[in-house]
């Protein structure tokens, strides 16, 4: 029984700054271009260990209309049979062979990107086979028709389970109003998944899939010379380049609405109500992501202290995780609050949640509350760096995100530099409560 | 679900020699007891200027009397609700200050508080867990607060979590007088009568420093922090504890069944069966090994016996779990939980799961299979070392069931001296009907579905 939820974590942290003495900040290295691909690499030699991840340019919101879960069945059925250098591989042979090296590799799908990690101990001829596997994963999967259908028929019934989970289908509901008709606002379906074959797996493939689409970076025990080798070895296979892709819309602001056009009443029996509000924010390179984020962590995210905490749990007793959030991605970027409380709360929770949000957007930090945010930021900054896995996170989001190279060594100094004007300008600039849209599921009245 | 070898902690890799360039965990690693009774750990690890600070009780669930379930999570919750010193929601806010990052958890056997700071933060947390040690002061208007909050978690959890609400049964059935029957979280009703009293006397009972451990994992000089950790937690009087009944569950005599119906779309089956643990000061006993070994090779990666069977090959389930933990200070559960796939009834998965255990018994394990556990295990325990707050968690863990860390390294030899006649032996004496206990989730529409979307 954890005392908070994970989600009052802010989801979107990147990079490092600067702190003393035999602690230097690890520098980032870029790599040789390999075939249209960006490459970038953290030395770390304490452990006989090895981080590898794959950013490919393919997230849910290039799934075709209709066929919506294309983009995470093409990832995730990668490594259920692949073609190699020496043959077909089945499903078995791959999870043996990975599980022989004491290899970890995972997929995940988000709505911009799709990431694929290695985790391999760095002696070579270990993380060798590693790396030639994974290549033989990206490059060749067979997508069996019987395996398909498999993995089809378990998505279905995951689905389908999913669709009686409160969480599930508030979020669902909330995308489709944030996103509108952004690609991001249609989540897979029953009807979506059944309609994926075969050849749309090939050609989503064929079509995102290629080292132009492609970032690799790497964490651990190798020098420059091996993770250059690790590249060319990942993306040898890999078409360069492929049939134009049409652009996406751009993301529409979360027009002003009237309430009732703003606002979902999902009934639904459970013991609690589910709230979520939120809207249309900024991107990660956003100039002001700064004060945005300094805000936030007085507003919704500095875990027990924020505000949101105080007004609904510390002082009303109404919830156990209460959060908010800004999550920034290259193009898209929403901001988001929630909590859930007992269904015939439900009214008096959304109306403290909304006032508290409404008030910190009309009048901001006070500068007590400014600075012990920069506080916390600042004086916890080396525990967003201090191991591998969380190098590997700040490399990826900088490599994603087009960020300058050092935005680690400079993190510390863009938080000590926001201001209260900032921090009001910015979330008068972004969020208005008159724009937020807000869905409410299984609300009982009194 | 995954087995807990990965709690092991070590360094060399079964199937050659690597050299390593962290120095092995005993050299690194120093213990000390304080006049009252208080023991400190810490784990040196230099690769980056941060510390996690953890202080473990050993005092979980498990000590619970009827009635009261729930009081040693509910004490978790009022130990931010101030002290003597410092007033409500002022510990938070201090340790956010520094740059900190805070919780608390609670489990059957233990209930512990971590931070992490930055490493020239550590004396200010210190000294701030260790005051509210033995100066913890909340009133009753806290606690009136705190405790609605803590039946927000048990709803959120359990009340509308079917998943949840299955293994609270399966719990409550498999044990009639150890006190595992009871939830973590306590039983609605249990909090719902709960008064601030309760937790008042809880932390009297078992707050204090000959009933704590405090480990520090990371950046630090270990004497230096031995004088910080004598000079706040130090001077914390001992107590007499109370007495902790054995409260051994008699044996099992058949199989139980428990069926519980709650809202989900498919049916879920849980499969429990009573084995042994690692009892502290029998280290050689080989079962505990083996069934850790067992479960790995049920469930420890993809193409694991269960998931190839059940899920891809005769695909009547939609995702299988295995789980045992040989580390507890409670009885052990082999527990192997499925969810149906579409169309499949619980009858034919409890078929399929006990056809894979037989073939199990009857033919053994390949020897290649096994092999390739014992390296996953061993690659796991370097990659482990990545995390400095997952050092400290294992060693806090191993410290509560009652082992000591330095017996961690034998622990890890013996689990590689396990053959495959003596997986295959606790399968044959364990997973039998004599100590097992059976629950179904039986799913149920909801009154008021919501129309599915986009269908």
């Known amino acids: 029984m954890m005392k908070a939820l994970k989600n009052s974590i802010l989801v979107c942290l990147i990079t490092l700054g600067c702190f003393a003495t035999a602690h230097a900040i690890l520098p980032i290295e870029r790599l040789d271009s390999f075939k249209g691909s960006k490459g970038y690499l953290v030395q770390t030699k304490a452990l006989p260990m090895v981080d590898i991840e794959v950013s490919i340019d393919a997230g849910h919101r290039f799934d075709p209309s209709g066929k919506s879960g294309l983009a995470d069945m093409t990832a995730g059925l990668m490594n259920y049979g692949v073609k190699s250098d020496q043959g077909m591989l089945s499903e078995a042979q791959i999870a043996d062979e990975i599980a022989d090296l004491g290899a970890n590799i995972s997929l995940s799908v988000g709505g911009e990107r799709t990431i694929l990690r290695i985790r391999s101990l760095s002696r070579k001829d270990l993380r060798d086979r590693a790396v030639k596997l994974t290549a033989a994963m990206l490059s060749s999967p067979t997508y069996e028709t019987k395996i398909v259908e498999r993995e089809k028929q378990r998505t279905i019934t995951n689905l389908l389970e999913a669709e009686t989970k409160p969480e599930f289908i508030l979020e669902r509901r909330f995308k489709k109003s944030v996103y509108g008709n952004y690609p991001l606002g249609t989540t897979p379906t029953i009807k979506s998944v059944a309609a994926v074959s075969v050849n749309d797996l090939m050609q989503f493939h064929k079509q995102f899939y290629r080292s132009d689409r492609m970032i690799v970076s790497i964490v651990g025990d190798v020098d420059q010379a091996q993770a250059n080798e690790i590249v060319q070895t990942l993306l040898q296979k890999i078409p360069q380049s492929g049939a134009s892709i049409a652009q996406l819309p751009e993301l529409q602001r979360s027009p002003v609405e009237p309430l009732a056009q703003r606002e979902i009443q999902i009934p639904f029996d459970s013991q609690q109500a589910h709230i979520t509000m939120g809207m249309t924010a900024v991107t990660r390179s956003n100039p002001d992501y700064f004060p945005l984020l300094v805000g936030n962590y007085v507003l919704g995210g500095g875990g027990f202290v924020s505000r949101l905490m105080a007004e609904v749990r510390e002082k009303r007793g109404l919830a156990y995780s209460v959060f908010s959030y800004f999550a920034p991605g290259k193009d898209t970027g929403i901001f988001q609050a929630g909590l859930q409380t007992k269904s015939d709360q439900a009214a008096m929770a959304l109306e403290v949640m909304s006032s508290t949000i409404a008030k910190f957007i009309a009048d901001g930090p006070t500068p007590s509350e400014l600075l012990a945010a920069k506080s916390n930021l600042v004086n916890g900054y080396p525990l967003r760096i201090d191991n591998n896995r969380k190098l590997l996170d700040n490399v990826s989001s900088i490599a994603w995100n087009d960020l300058p190279l050092d935005t680690m060594e400079i993190w510390t100094k863009q938080v000590e530099a926001v201001t209260l004007e900032q921090v009001s300008a910015a979330f008068q600039k972004y969020l208005a409560m008159d724009r937020m849209k807000i869905v409410v599921l299984g609300a009982k009245n009194k | ?455």
């Open chain 2, 1 to 455: 679900m995954r087995s807990n070898l990965l709690r092991i902690c070590f360094l060399f890799l079964l199937c050659a020699p690597i050299s390593w360039a962290a120095s092995s965990d005993s050299v690194d690693t120093h213990e000390f007891l304080l006049s009252n009774g208080l023991k400190l750990i810490i784990r040196e690890d230099h690769r980056a200027p941060t510390v996690a600070h953890m202080t473990w009780y050993r005092a979980g669930s498990m000590d619970e009397v009827n009635g009261r379930t729930g009081v040693a999570h509910v004490l978790e919750h009022m130990m931010f609700k101030g002290t003597h010193k410092v007033k409500s929601g002022e510990f938070s806010r201090l340790v956010a200050a520094v740059g900190g990052r805070e919780n608390a958890f609670t489990s059957r056997d233990y209930t512990a508080y971590f931070q992490q700071v930055e490493k020239s933060k550590l004396d200010e947390v210190i000294k701030l867990e260790a005051d509210r040690m033995s100066n913890l002061n909340f009133d009753d208007a806290e606690f009136l607060k705190e405790i609605q909050v803590v039946m927000e978690e048990r709803r959120l959890r359990t009340e509308d979590n079917p998943s949840s609400l299955l293994n609270e049964s399966l719990m409550a059935t498999a044990y009639m007088s150890s006190p595992y029957r009871h939830p973590v979280v306590g039983w609605m009703n249990d909090l719902q009568n709960m008064k601030a009293a309760d937790a008042r006397d809880w932390y009297r009972s078992w707050y204090a420093p000959n009933n704590a451990t405090v480990v520090i994992s990371g950046d630090v000089d270990p004497q230096q922090i031995l004088q910080v950790v004598e000079k706040y937690y130090g001077v914390i009087a001992m107590k007499e504890l109370p007495v902790r009944k054995p409260q051994i569950e008699p044996p099992q005599k058949g199989i139980k069944q428990v069926q519980v119906r709650a809202p989900a779309d498919s049916a879920q089956l849980a499969m429990a069966w009573k084995v042994p643990r690692l009892e502290p000061g029998k280290l050689d006993d080989p079962e505990p090994y083996a069934l850790e070994l067992l479960t790995a090779v049920l469930d420890g990666y993809d193409n694991a016996r269960l998931n190839r069977t059940l899920v891809k090959q005769e695909k009547v389930v939609n995702d299988v779990g295995v789980a045992y933990d040989m580390i507890s200070r409670g009885p052990g559960l082999f527990l192997i939980s499925v969810s149906m796939a579409k169309g499949k009834t619980i009858a034919q998965a409890q078929a399929s799961i006990r056809k894979a255990l037989d073939d199990l018994k009857q033919k053994g394990i390949l020897e290649s299979e096994l092999k390739r556990i014992k390296v996953r295990i061993l690659s796991d325990q370097i990659y482990k070392r990545d995390s400095i707050f997952g050092q400290a968690m294992e060693i806090g863990t191993t410290e509560m069931a009652g082992i000591s860390w330095k017996d961690i390294d034998y622990i890890l030899k013996k689990m590689q001296t396990i053959t495959p006649e003596q997986v295959q032996a606790v399968a044959k004496k364990y997973l039998v009907d004599e100590g097992l206990t059976i629950a179904v989730l039986d799913p149920q529409a909801r009154k008021s579905e919501v129309s599915k979307e986009g269908k």
